[in-house]
């Protein structure tokens, strides 16, 4: 493989800028505000993240509504992956986008094999 040519001047001074504007964005976002208000703890099961594993560390939105981000972070919390995927999946079995629901199941309409057996067990008139 040949080795690349190195960058000329404007090129690189165009590159960095760029990454300058990706990472002040980046910064001005939900996830880095969240790090910065917040101890790198996950709120539900209480480990530490540092380094590398700190992407491991999500912001999840208490009132599952993204566009809800104030200034104070009162909507949100971090959660490691694993209790953040947890959580989520607690709202589906509740009935939250198309889980199992608050109402009782219907009658069945399939065959009973046990439906008689109460009559079979009483004893007979004597």
């Known amino acids: 493989m040949k080795p ?3 960058m000329d001047p404007a090129a690189r001074e165009r590159v960095l800028a760029e990454l300058h504007r ?3 964005a980046r910064m001005k976002g939900y996830r880095e505000r969240a790090l910065k208000l917040f101890p790198h703890v996950c709120a539900s099961c209480g480990r530490e993240f540092k ?3 700190l992407k491991e560390l999500t912001v999840h939105h208490k009132d599952h509504n993204h566009d809800n ?3 104070d972070g009162s909507n949100w919390e971090l959660l490691c992956l694993y209790c953040h995927d947890h959580e989520h999946e607690k709202n589906v079995l509740a009935g939250f986008g198309g889980g199992a629901g608050s109402d009782p199941p219907g009658a069945t309409t399939l ?3 046990f439906g008689k057996l ?3 067990l009483e004893p007979p008139d004597a």
């Open 4 to 6: 690349k040519k190195p």
């Open 22 to 24: 990706e990472t002040a």
């Open 51 to 53: 380094g590398p594993r």
């Open 69 to 71: 981000n104030p200034p």
């Open 111 to 113: 065959f009973n094999p």
């Open 118 to 120: 109460d009559g079979l």
